[in-house]
């Protein structure tokens, strides 16, 4: 998270962090990328956290995945360690293009109702450019490796489209599809997610609009953050 400040689980109690008991120990807690708290036992995350680069790095198997609820502080001991018990990637996912971004965790034992999120369905308002968000995460602070050990929220806003189809046409940096994305960020640059805040909630007007997915390099003006869209992708977690 660039140009954010420290967040709190209590208020935010649908943040999750997604970790490896691979990695599990050190300053991260094994923490790769964010998540949300669809339902009880459900947690979304970007399905690029699950892609190749990371299932065979860090979590092999679903049984190294560990979810982190109700912890701040990576490090510390608060809240909960809850086993993965299975992972449906959106039939929908694209990892050549990053469109429909999007994973369901099922986890091994149920969090309260009050960790679950509520979702923005097609035409909120929440979706309306110009609408003020925040996003969450333990990822780079800096766009330079450094990441945090807790939890940080920056502000951004829902951004118009066009501003993400400029800036990524297509070609090495990717293209942007508002069917299944979201554009959102900081048009003077300084407040962004980054590497590490992958899968992590995009909240406006209270709702969950968007996961961390993608862009080029973190916090600068002309390059926006991309987000999946939650709201294409709604039937189909119904569905589960
Ligand atoms: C990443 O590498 C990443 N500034 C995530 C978000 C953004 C850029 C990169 C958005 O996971």
Redesign the pocket.
């Known amino acids: 998270i660039?140009g954010g400040q420290p967040a709190h689980v209590a208020d935010s109690p649908w943040v999750v962090a997604v970790s490896s008991r691979d990695r599990f120990g050190g300053t991260r807690a094994g923490q790769f990328c964010g998540g949300v708290v669809i339902a009880p036992a459900k947690v979304l995350t970007a399905a690029?956290c699950l892609g190749r680069e990371v299932l065979g790095s860090e979590a092999s198997e679903v049984r190294d995945l560990l979810v982190i609820a109700g912890r701040d502080e990576l490090r510390g001991a608060g809240g909960q360690e809850i086993a993965v018990r299975g992972t449906w990637i959106n039939p929908g996912y694209d990892p050549d293009s990053n469109a429909g971004d999007l994973a369901v965790l099922t986890l091994s034992r149920e969090l309260p109702d009050s960790s679950v999120v509520r979702m923005a369905k097609e035409g909120d308002t929440a979706y309306e450019p110009g609408t003020r968000a925040q996003v969450y995460g333990w990822?780079d602070t800096t766009g330079g490796g450094t990441y945090a050990s807790a939890l940080r929220v920056a502000p951004v806003q829902v951004l118009p489209d066009q501003m993400c189809e400029q800036a990524y046409p297509g070609g090495s940096d990717g293209a942007y599809e508002a069917g299944t994305m979201l554009c959102a960020?900081d048009p003077e640059g300084g407040h962004?997610?980054?590497?590490?805040?992958?899968g992590g909630p995009l909240v406006a007007r209270g709702r969950l609009v968007g996961l961390?997915?993608?862009?080029?390099?973190?916090?600068q003006a002309d390059?926006?953050?991309?987000y999946t869209r939650i709201s294409a992708a709604i039937d189909w977690m119904a569905g589960h």
């Open positions: 660039i690029h990822g960020g962004d997610a980054c590497q590490g805040d992958s961390v997915s993608w862009g080029n390099g973190c916090g390059s926006p953050g991309v």
